[in-house]
């Protein structure tokens, strides 16, 4: 059974940063695309950082270049969101996800089948 817990969402000023950690279990990690996906309130869940665990590629959101960075430790089976110069727009809860061979930019833009529970990051002004 797939398993993915998010850990490390919190309160943080702007411009303040903070990382974002999944663990995953229940798979063959580096058989998988892993990322993050955020959802406001009243809006749409979006992809924001991916990666293919089996040769590290990587995706990110528009929004979130140059200062979010997606990073996969595969001897721990962990995904991690370091999450630098946060805006108040980057408030929503942050979700890991997982879908069986898909590559980073697949899983992005589109969906994965496997989630875990989320993690709320607030980001005041």
């Known amino acids: 059974e797939v398993q993915l817990v998010e850990s490390g969402g919190g309160l943080v000023q702007a411009g303040g940063s903070l990382t974002l950690s999944c663990a995953a279990s229940?798979?063959?990690?580096?058989?998988?695309?892993i990322g993050w996906f955020r959802q406001a309130p009243g809006k749409e869940r979006e992809g924001v950082a991916c990666?293919?665990?089996?040769?590290?590629?990587?995706y990110y959101a528009d929004s979130v270049k140059g200062r979010f960075t997606i990073s996969s430790d595969n001897a721990k089976n962990m995904v991690y969101l370091q999450m630098n110069s946060l805006k108040p727009e980057d408030t929503a809860v942050y979700y890991c996800?997982?879908?069986?061979?898909?590559?980073?930019?697949?899983?992005?833009?589109?969906?994965?089948?496997?989630w875990g529970q989320g993690t709320q990051v607030t980001v005041s002004s």
């Open positions: 996800a997982a879908e069986y061979r898909f590559s980073d930019y697949d899983l992005c833009t589109t969906w994965g089948s496997s």
């Open positions: 229940g798979f063959a990690f580096d058989e998988y695309g």
């Open positions: 990666i293919s665990v089996g040769d590290d590629s990587t």
